[in-house]
């Protein structure tokens, strides 16, 4: 999505970049030729200079725009994630799977706990072992988890 809106830096170098070719030629640093074709290809030059700058400026824009829009949209999704009303009604769409004694015989923390999770993994899986380790650090930040 684009914003339609003018770059405060950028006006502020473009109107300098104009301010000083205008000056240097009112002061007499930059001449007009008078059909001189040396004078005239100076002036030229010149004008080529100034304008390369403004479209250069003009081209590497997008660029740092695009450059900063990627760990503004990263931050942007993460808190999404991270938000609790966001993962409440992720949480309650999950379906409810029934445990019992006899089909879940490996528990951890609070088997009376208010938020039960069930997981299905395999122990000699690596992905699988590091999640075990966070289920882990989870049942010591809160005790009130039944896994």
Same mark, same amino acid.
């Given at each position: ?8 830096? !950028? ?11 205008? #000056? ?15 004078? #005239? ?7 080529? !200079?100034?304008? &390369? ?19 503004f ?15 409440? &009604? ?15 015989i ?5 088997? &009376? ?11 000699? !899986?690596?992905? !699988? ?10 049942l ?8």
């Amino acid at each position: 999505m684009k914003a339609r809106q003018w770059c405060v830096l !950028c006006l502020i170098v473009q109107v300098l970049l104009w301010a000083i070719f205008i #000056a240097n030629s009112l002061l007499g640093y930059i001449r007009m030729p008078a059909f001189n074709f040396q004078e #005239a290809l100076s002036l030229i030059f010149i004008g080529s !200079c100034y304008a &390369a700058m403004i479209l250069g400026i003009n081209a590497l824009i997008p660029k740092f725009n695009a450059d900063r829009a990627l760990p503004f949209l990263r931050q942007t999704i993460n808190g999404m994630k991270a938000d609790e009303d966001v993962f409440a &009604a992720i949480l309650k769409k999950q379906p409810f799977h029934e445990t019992n004694e006899s089909d879940s015989i490996i528990r951890f923390g609070n088997p &009376a706990g208010s938020l039960q999770l069930t997981i299905l993994t395999n122990p000699y !899986c690596y992905p !699988c072992s590091m999640m075990h380790k966070r289920i882990e650090g989870l049942l010591q930040k809160n005790g009130n988890i039944g896994v």
